[in-house]
């Protein structure tokens, strides 16, 4: 029997209970043959499908992580043995083999079921532009779907396949996902390889993910991410940073409430507040920022030669047969022709200088919430008003790939008329797994069903890789690198984050230590006569570990410190011939203790 979902889980329990891949296959191309969302252009033939599914038939379902699940493709992604049109039929041709991303899933067992409707050439964020029909939401059919990767998130949400890739460049892949209620995971550029891909701004495009859960989404970027060398735009995943465990205290960024934009919506400030005190209960503090450089790098997407990339992307079909075109895609188009070579030169300095303002905030913040969009209109009304209405939605999401920031849109709510609302947490490049797994406990807080089913769920709260392999080390100080004191800067400026404020075990002497400035404690590790004695537990990035470390004066050094909870990690040690001409200061308990006895 069909599971009522498609997630992974529910999937993996249906094939142990007997359900037959050929059958469920053949089900599914069923319902998309009749879909009336216009979610679809094209499906693989049943003979192609077939041929597919049977060569998992006899493989260990253990040995594929993706072992039998279904995804759609965007139709600027090329899938063996269909044509790739970009949502235009006149560019349509066939391509001599799948695109690297799609190779790869296939090879980890996942199986596609055909090409999604697109805004055509990937120009747009509502889903309408496009010859092969307005591709409509999933919960009602008036509103649109959210674009460019219509399909690809309309198909996810009526449970027509578990996943899907889209493509994003300014909001493709969280937009639908927000008006859908679906995770959409836009990766840092270039982790996802885009060789075979139809390009819209080559320097700006990424690959992206809708799932109906944020692990199964971790688990299609585990299968999918891979550095491509044949792709001049590929690089490799780097160490992620800090991830966000539950008992972790993180900071994340809310726009100042006059920087908020909803377009008149009444609803939205509501539940997008309700997202904001989430994840509070999550364990986050919210900051205020300044969101205006963020807002005018937005502004540079189209008002800067950014278009001429999609004219560059299309230039020799445009020149050619430019009618073939939807009006509003070859009017938008036909802009990036005019862009000069200077102005080209003078947004991107511009985009230099508002990238240093907005990484600013990265020294203070985890991460940035806002909402994804923040109306949602009706496919009428966008039709009737294409440009303006489009620009709006773009609203929280243009600025993204200029900045290279990685994201993630989660649902978050419903509102009273039924239609989902969902926000967006974005964080700098290579953060995809540490904000999947905040995602992950988001969704398994919020209660919401997935996709437009009305079975409730809960998803799993964790991933289901180690979420911690980030590339960070943990470091206990208690001196002067703790908080506000003289040495803190060499971890802040190594990109260190206060992950705690806590205790040692109670097995050690402390002292002050002879010489200075600055005045430095030493610790040392007792049989019996201990104390306990206060520390913060501060995170580096690895690749920094080893300079701070080098930087450390004898008689100290890093060892491994025992905390409170029983747990060790690395920290301030000191030579014990060190301490016979120190001052004995256990008594106070730490650092600030005695420091503050001395000016007393």
Not at 394 to 400: D, K, S
């Given at each position: 029997m069909i599971p009522a979902q498609l997630d992974f889980a529910s999937l993996a329990a249906a094939y142990q209970a007997g359900l037959k891949p050929r059958d469920f296959f053949l089900e599914l191309r069923r319902r998309a043959l009749a879909d009336t969302h216009h979610a679809w252009i094209s499906l693989l033939s049943e003979a192609r499908l077939l041929a597919l599914v049977e060569a998992l038939e006899g493989r260990d379902p253990a040995t594929l992580p993706l072992y039998g699940i279904p995804f759609a493709v965007k139709d600027n992604i090329d899938l063996d043995g269909l044509p790739t049109t970009a949502g235009c039929p006149d560019f349509a041709y066939q391509p001599a083999e799948s695109a690297v991303v799609v190779s790869r899933l296939i090879a980890a067992g996942a199986i596609p079921l055909g090409k999604t409707n697109l805004d055509q050439f990937a120009t747009g964020l509502n889903g309408t532009r496009s010859p092969y029909g307005a591709c409509r939401n999933a919960f009602d059919p008036a509103y649109i779907s959210g674009g460019s990767s219509s399909g690809s998130a309309v198909s996810v949400a009526l449970g027509q396949v578990s996943f899907s890739l889209g493509t994003d460049t300014a909001g493709s892949g969280r937009v639908p996902a927000a008006f859908n209620n679906l995770i959409g995971l836009k990766p840092s550029c270039g982790l996802l390889s885009s060789r075979g891909v139809v390009p819209a701004c080559r320097s700006l495009d990424s690959v992206s993910i809708f799932a109906l859960t944020a692990g199964d989404a971790a688990q299609v970027f585990?299968?999918?991410?891979?550095?491509?060398?044949?792709?001049?735009?590929?690089?490799?995943?780097?160490?992620?940073?800090?991830?966000?465990?539950?008992?972790?205290?993180?900071?994340?960024?809310?726009?100042?409430?006059?920087?908020?934009?909803?377009?008149?919506?009444?609803?939205?400030?509501?539940?997008?507040?309700?997202?904001?005190?989430?994840?509070?209960?999550?364990?986050?503090?919210?900051?205020?920022?300044?969101?205006?450089?963020?807002?005018?790098?937005?502004?540079?997407?189209?008002?800067?030669?950014?278009?001429?990339?999609?004219?560059?992307?299309?230039?020799?079909?445009?020149?050619?047969?430019?009618?073939?075109?939807?009006?509003?895609?070859?009017?938008?188009?036909?802009?990036?022709?005019?862009?000069?070579?200077?102005?080209?030169?003078?947004?991107?300095?511009?985009?230099?200088?508002?990238?240093?303002?907005?990484?600013?905030?990265?020294?203070?913040?985890?991460?940035?919430?806002?909402?994804?969009?923040?109306?949602?209109?009706?496919?009428?009304?966008?039709?009737?008003?294409?440009?303006?209405?489009?620009?709006?939605?773009?609203?929280?999401?243009?600025?993204?790939?200029?900045?290279?920031?990685?994201?993630?849109?989660?649902?978050?709510?419903?509102?009273?008329?039924?239609?989902?609302?969902?926000?967006?947490?974005?964080?700098?490049?290579?953060?995809?797994?540490?904000?999947?797994?905040?995602?992950?406990?988001?969704?398994?807080?919020?209660?919401?069903?997935?996709?437009?089913?009305?079975?409730?769920?809960?998803?799993?709260?964790?991933?289901?890789?180690?979420?911690?392999?980030?590339?960070?080390?943990?470091?206990?100080?208690?001196?002067?690198?703790?908080?506000?004191?003289p040495l803190n800067w060499q971890l802040t400026q190594r990109g260190g984050r206060l992950i705690s404020v806590c205790r040692s075990a109670p097995e050690y002497r402390f002292y002050a230590l002879a010489g200075g400035p600055p005045l430095r404690p030493g610790m040392v590790r007792v049989n019996e006569g201990g104390s306990a004695i206060d520390m913060e537990v501060w995170e580096l990035p690895s690749e920094r570990f080893g300079d701070f470390v080098a930087g450390i004066p004898a008689p100290l050094g890093i060892g491994k410190v025992r905390l409170a909870d029983g747990s060790e990690v690395c920290g301030f040690i000191c030579e014990g011939a060190a301490v016979a001409t120190a001052e004995d200061i256990t008594a106070f308990g730490g650092w600030r203790a005695w420091l503050a006895s001395r000016t007393a």
């Open positions: 585990a299968a999918a991410a891979g550095y491509d060398a044949a792709d001049s735009f590929s690089r490799p995943l780097k160490p992620h940073g800090r991830g966000f465990p539950a008992g972790d205290a993180f900071r994340f960024g809310v726009p100042r409430a006059d920087q908020l934009a909803f377009f008149g919506d009444a609803v939205n400030p509501g539940l997008f507040e309700a997202a904001v005190a989430r994840l509070e209960q999550l364990g986050g503090q919210r900051c205020e920022i300044d969101f205006a450089p963020f807002l005018e790098t937005a502004r540079l997407l189209y008002g800067g030669p950014w278009v001429a990339e999609r004219y560059h992307a299309i230039k020799d079909f445009f020149e050619r047969q430019p009618e073939s075109l939807f009006p509003v895609t070859r009017d938008i188009t036909l802009g990036g022709g005019k862009a000069t070579a200077v102005e080209a030169f003078a947004a991107s300095y511009r985009l230099r200088e508002l990238k240093r303002q907005c990484d600013a905030v990265w020294a203070e913040l985890d991460l940035i919430i806002t909402p994804t969009a923040g109306f949602h209109p009706t496919i009428a009304a966008v039709e009737a008003d294409p440009i303006r209405l489009n620009s709006d939605l773009g609203y929280y999401t243009n600025f993204m790939n200029l900045l290279d920031y990685s994201a993630v849109a989660v649902p978050a709510a419903f509102r009273p008329d039924g239609l989902p609302f969902g926000v967006t947490l974005f964080a700098p490049a290579h953060q995809d797994i540490p904000l999947l797994q905040l995602a992950a406990r988001w969704q398994a807080d919020s209660g919401l069903p997935l996709g437009a089913s009305t079975v409730a769920a809960k998803p799993a709260a964790t991933l289901p890789t180690d979420p911690t392999a980030g590339g960070q080390i943990r470091v206990a100080v208690c001196g002067a690198h703790l908080s506000g004191l």
